[in-house]
C-alpha cells in the first residue's frame, strides 16, 4: 500500500469543487483491498488520528477536504468487477468503489443495460455517489442512488466489516438496528426524526423497517468506507426522444414543466401505452440561458427560459408521442420554431451536453473572482413548486447579485447558483441562502437533495433536525466509530459528538 507525505501528493486532496479553502492533512495514504482499509483503519483509531475519506473530489460541500490527520484515498481500491445479464430478471453490477460514474455507464451499456440514477458529473466515483445519495436528471422517473444499491461492503473505524444486503437487517419495531460485524454486534437506535418524500441527502437515514444499508447511504463518508457495491440495472430503452424547448417568459415553462409532470406521473401510475412519461424534466432560468449563450450563439433571441425533457420511447410510438409534446409546447406559448427536438442519438446526446453545460460555466465564473460557490439544493413538497420558484424571485431579483436558477424542476429541485464576486457579496448571499433555507424547512422541504451536507451546511441540518436530531445523528456516529476518526467535522459538529 503506498503511503506518502510529500506537499505535492498531498495537495490535489485539499480541495473539491466547493472551493472551500484551508484544508490540510499530514498523509495521503491509498489502500488496494479492504484488509488494507482496516489496517489504516485500526492504525489511525489506536492514534486517534483523523481519516477523511477522498472519491474523485467533485463533491460541491467539502465533505472530502481533510483539516488534519489522513487522507484515505479510494482510488485503487477497484472498479467495475462484473456485470450479470440475463433474461427475465433485472442485471446487476458487482464493483469496487472506484469506478467513474461514466465508465459504469459504458460499460452496463455495451451489454444492452443501464444504471438509471444519471448525476450531472460523470467523473464522480460510484463509492462516492453511494456515500452522497447522489441523484440526477433521471431521478424523476427512476428515483435517486439509493433505490439501486442492493449490496454492500463497508470497513468500519475499528476495521470490523460489514456485509449488508437489502431486505435483510431491518430496523425493528423500536427503531433499532442490529449490525452484525465479522467480530461484533453493533446495536443502534435509528433517529426519531422525519426523513422528507422525495430526493433527500442530508444527514443519517432513518425509516421505519429500513435496511441497515440504508444508514450507510448518504453518510458522506462519516460512518465507514464503502469497498464493495452491488447495483440493480435495467434494460437500456430503445430509443429516446427528447427536446430544449424555449420559451419568451419564465412563467410559461414553469406551467408547462407542471403540466408534464403532472401527465407524466398520471400517465406512469395507470400503465398508459404512448403517452408523455418524462424520465427527464430541466428547467433554465433567464440568467441561465444568459450564461449558456456564452457557449451556445444558436439559442434564440427571445429565449427567456428553457424546459429540456427527455422520454423513452419504442420505435413505432416515436411520432405519435412527439405530437404530444408538440401540442403540449403549443398550449404553452413556447417558441416553438425555435425549440429543438432529437431527430438522432448524436442530437440527444448534444443536448445532454448542453443541459450539463450550466454547472461547467457557473464554475468557470467562479474561478475568475476565486470566490466560494452559493449554491441551494432545497427540494419541496409539490404543492409547493410554485411558491418555491416565487420565493426565488422576490429573494434574488432585488439582491444585487449575480444569479442563475436551473435544475430537476420534475423533482420540486432546483439549484440557485449565487456567483458572488467578492467577499461582501458572499456574506450577503449566505443570509439569503439561510433565509430561503428557513423557509424550505417551514414547507416540509429538505436543505439537501442530492449534494450531501458536508462541512458547509451544517448549521441548515441543525435548522432542519434541531439539537435532538443532531444529537440521535452523534450516537449512531459514536456506536461505529467510536475513536470518532472518520470524516471529521462532515455532517455531525463537534460539540455534539464531544460531550
Ligand atoms: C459540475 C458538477 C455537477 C454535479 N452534479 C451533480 C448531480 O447532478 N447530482 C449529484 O448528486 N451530485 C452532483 N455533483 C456533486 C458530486 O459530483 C457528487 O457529490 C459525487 O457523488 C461526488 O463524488 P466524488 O467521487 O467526486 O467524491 P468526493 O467529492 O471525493 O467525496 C464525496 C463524499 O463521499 C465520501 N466518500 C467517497 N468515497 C467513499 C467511500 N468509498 N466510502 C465512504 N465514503 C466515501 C467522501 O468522504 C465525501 O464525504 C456535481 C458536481 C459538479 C462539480
Known sequence: MIRSNHPDVIHPYLKDA????????????????????????????????????????????????????????TEKLGGLKHIHQAAEEPGYAVT??????????EAVSAKGLL???????????????????????????????????????????????????????????????????????????????????????????????????????????????ITAVELVLIPKPQELFSGIVFFGKEENAWQFAHQAREASLKNRASCAKDQIDASALEY???????????????????AQAAIFFEQEIQPESGKKLAEQWFLLCRSHQALFDQSWFSQSPKEHTEFRVFRHAIP?????????????????DFTVPGEHLFDLLELYRQSLRDSGLRYCIFGHIGDNHLHVNLLPQNDLEADWGWQIYRKIALQIIQWGG????????????????LDMFGPSGLREMAAIKKELDPCLILGRGTIIPEEYLLD
Not at 96 to 105: K, N, S, Y
Request: net charge positive; aromatic share 8%.
Open 96 to 105: 469496487g468503489p472506484a469506478v467513474t460514474l461514466r465508465a459504469l455507464q
Open 360 to 376: 461547467a460555466l457557473v464554475n468557470k465564473i467562479l474561478r475568475q473572482h476565486n470566490q466560494q460557490k452559493i449554491g441551494t
Open 18 to 73: 466547493s472551493n472551500l479553502s484551508g484544508g490540510y492533512a499530514q498523509e495521503v495514504v491509498f489502500p488496494e483491498d479492504e484488509d488494507d482499509v482496516a489496517q489504516v483503519l485500526e492504525e489511525a483509531c489506536r492514534t486517534k488520528t483523523p481519516v477523511t475519506v477522498a472519491g474523485n473530489g467533485t463533491g460541491l460541500v467539502g465533505s472530502r477536504i481533510p483539516f488534519g490527520g489522513i487522507v484515505l484515498s
Open 284 to 302: 433554465f432560468d433567464s440568467h441561465s440561458i444568459e450564461i449558456l449563450r456564452s457557449a451556445y450563439s444558436q439559442i434564440p433571441q427571445r
Open 115 to 225: 444504471y438509471p440514477p444519471d448525476p450531472t458529473e460523470q467523473n464522480a466515483f460510484l463509492g462516492a455517489s453511494v456515500a452522497t445519495n447522489a441523484s440526477g436528471a433521471r431521478t424523476f422517473k427512476y428515483g435517486a442512488t439509493r433505490k439501486w444499491v442492493r449490496r454492500l461492503k463497508v470497513v468500519l473505524a475499528t476495521g470490523d466489516m460489514l456485509e449488508l444486503r437489502r431486505g435483510e437487517c431491518l430496523a425493528d419495531k423500536e427503531g433499532r438496528l442490529f449490525l452484525k460485524g465479522f467480530r461484533n454486534t453493533i446495536a443502534l437506535k435509528l433517529p426519531q426524526y422525519r426523513i422528507p418524500e422525495g430526493k433527500h441527502s442530508a444527514g443519517y437515514y432513518s425509516a421505519p423497517d429500513m435496511s441497515a444499508l440504508d444508514l450507510f447511504i448518504g453518510s458522506e463518508g462519516t460512518l465507514g468506507v
Open 446 to 461: 429538505t436543505i439537501s437533495a442530492e449534494h450531501g451536507v458536508g462541512k458547509i451546511k451544517r448549521e441548515y441540518l
